[in-house]
């Protein structure tokens, strides 16, 4: 039986349904964690070992965690990937998507050159050129949203209100990731997730929060909605923008009713979506592997 490996160092609920997907499909996946891994640069057979594959590579690594850490520690767990694709095996996503990614900066770059509606953003060292930026916002009546470079969940966000809250506008490691609040349509708060696989939306969900953040992790309540044209194109331009095998596309409707792009997860999570739509996300993503990287029929 053919092994692949699911990098992921909290299984749990989603590791669990991967599993079980690629167990229907023949194969057996098995969990490993980046910081397990090596390079064995010394003429050893596997110039990258990886913890329960010692006699040979995975036919295909499934990314479902990448550690913090130092940035040397960040780098070496993202040249692990690179490795494994540069010999042949499949990594679903892979380093660059991930790199694309995990880098707010980058990633509202990327949007932003391709042409699709997302927020003002300022990505910047200086601090007293942060402040004037979040002066001026806030004189022409918009709020601002601090974020730190790296992260999810909503941890270390935060929206500047009014003055008074400069005085604790800090960088995250010395750099300042400012984005304008977008004020949702409708009563309280909410955004869209919709999940991209291939090139093809094949869920969506509205998220209501109990504040401005509306992640799952933090209260938000879920329910399913109808993939609106729109919506769709969106969704799938913004993953094709970051060249993603896979991707959780948030969105939110602003106050004129358009669809603007918040953020492209490249490790998201779907136990929410589950809940509330008919699709098995874990058995797309791994036919969708399975199907254009290793040749199999599903």
Same mark, same amino acid.
């Given at each position: 039986?053919?092994?692949?490996?699911?990098?992921?160092?909290? !299984?749990?609920w989603h590791g669990k349904q991967l599993c079980l997907a690629f167990a229907a499909r023949g194969f057996t996946a098995e969990y490993a964690s980046l910081t397990g891994c090596r390079l064995q640069l010394d003429n050893y057979d596997l110039p990258v070992l990886v913890p329960g594959?010692?006699?040979?590579? !995975? #036919?295909?690594?499934?990314? *479902?965690?990448?550690?913090?850490?130092?940035?040397?520690?960040?780098?070496?767990?993202?040249?692990?990937?690179?490795?494994?694709?540069?010999?042949?095996? !499949?990594?679903?996503?892979? #380093?660059? #998507?991930?790199?694309?990614?995990?880098?707010?900066?980058?990633?509202?770059?990327?949007?932003?050159?391709?042409?699709?509606?997302? #927020?003002?953003?300022?990505?910047?060292?200086?601090?007293? &050129?942060?402040?004037?930026?979040?002066?001026?916002?806030? &004189? &022409?009546?918009?709020?601002?949203?601090?974020?730190?470079?790296?992260?999810?969940?909503? +941890?270390?966000?935060?929206?500047?209100?009014?003055?008074?809250?400069?005085?604790?506008?800090?960088?995250?490691?010395?750099?300042?990731?400012? &984005?304008?609040?977008?004020?949702?349509?409708?009563?309280?708060?909410?955004?869209?997730?919709?999940?991209?696989?291939?090139?093809?939306?094949?869920?969506?969900?509205?998220? *209501?929060?109990?504040?401005?953040?509306?992640?799952?992790?933090?209260?938000?309540?879920?329910?399913?909605?109808?993939?609106?044209?729109?919506?769709? +194109?969106?969704?799938?331009?913004?993953?094709?923008?970051?060249?993603?095998?896979?991707?959780?596309?948030?969105?939110?409707?602003?106050?004129?009713?358009?669809?603007?792009?918040?953020?492209?997860?490249?490790?998201?999570?779907?136990?929410?979506?589950?809940?509330?739509?008919?699709?098995?996300?874990?058995?797309?993503?791994?036919?969708?592997?399975?199907?254009?990287?290793?040749?199999?029929?599903?």
């Amino acid at each position: 039986m053919r092994r692949i490996v699911i990098f992921t160092d909290d !299984p749990g609920w989603h590791g669990k349904q991967l599993c079980l997907a690629f167990a229907a499909r023949g194969f057996t996946a098995e969990y490993a964690s980046l910081t397990g891994c090596r390079l064995q640069l010394d003429n050893y057979d596997l110039p990258v070992l990886v913890p329960g594959f010692e006699d040979r590579l !995975p #036919a295909a690594a499934f990314v *479902r965690g990448v550690p913090g850490g130092s940035l040397e520690e960040v780098v070496f767990y993202l040249d692990v990937l690179h490795a494994l694709k540069l010999l042949g095996v !499949p990594v679903y996503n892979d #380093a660059g #998507a991930i790199e694309r990614s995990v880098d707010k900066g980058m990633t509202s770059f990327l949007l932003q050159r391709a042409g699709l509606p997302t #927020a003002a953003t300022w990505v910047l060292r200086d601090r007293e &050129q942060a402040l004037a930026i979040a002066e001026r916002e806030l &004189q &022409q009546g918009n709020y601002l949203i601090s974020k730190p470079l790296f992260g999810s969940q909503g +941890e270390g966000i935060r929206r500047i209100e009014k003055s008074t809250d400069l005085l604790w506008l800090t960088g995250c490691r010395g750099i300042y990731y400012l &984005q304008r609040f977008i004020e949702c349509d409708g009563d309280g708060y909410s955004d869209v997730r919709v999940f991209v696989v291939n090139g093809k939306a094949v869920a969506a969900m509205r998220r *209501r929060g109990i504040s401005w953040l509306n992640n799952v992790a933090r209260g938000a309540s879920c329910e399913a909605i109808a993939m609106e044209a729109e919506l769709v +194109e969106l969704a799938v331009a913004a993953a094709d923008a970051l060249r993603m095998d896979y991707a959780g596309v948030d969105l939110i409707k602003d106050r004129h009713g358009n669809y603007r792009i918040i953020e492209v997860n490249s490790v998201p999570a779907w136990k929410g979506l589950q809940g509330v739509c008919q699709a098995n996300v874990a058995q797309w993503l791994v036919a969708d592997l399975l199907q254009r990287y290793l040749g199999e029929l599903c």
